[in-house]
Nanobody, 118 residues
């Protein structure tokens, strides 16, 4: 089992910044890669950024150059971050942390709301 808890969302003006955090606990050593997804009202959930255990990263084209994913592995804990700069109203969505494991598939957090006003 892996538990994921996101935080850091909020209301920000266009051009502003936010830093999302995701605290992972439980069987974190089973995690293959860990992602940030987002879902806006009426839209499908989309992958925003991904980081693997080897440090490789992936970004959706819509956030490249503006968002940075990072992770911090401490003893028995894993923290995931998403630094979001130059935010746009189109970035408004619920943001989710998601972890993929070899044995049990996907785990999801409850989400944190990001709202960008124009």
């Amino acid at each position: 089992q892996v538990q994921l808890v996101e935080s850091g969302g909020g209301l920000v003006q266009a051009g502003g910044s936010l830093r999302l955090s995701c605290a992972a606990s439980g069987n974190i050593f089973s995690i293959n890669f860990i992602d940030w997804y987002r879902q806006a009202p009426g839209k499908e959930r989309e992958l925003v950024a991904r980081t693997g255990s080897g440090g490789a990263t992936y970004y959706a084209d819509s956030v490249k150059g503006r968002f940075t994913i990072s992770r911090d592995n401490a003893k028995n804990t894993l923290s995931l971050y998403l630094q979001m700069n130059s935010l746009k109203p189109d970035d408004t969505a619920m943001y989710y942390c998601a972890a993929n494991t070899a044995s049990r598939g996907w785990y999801w957090g409850q989400g944190t709301q990001v709202t960008v006003s124009s």
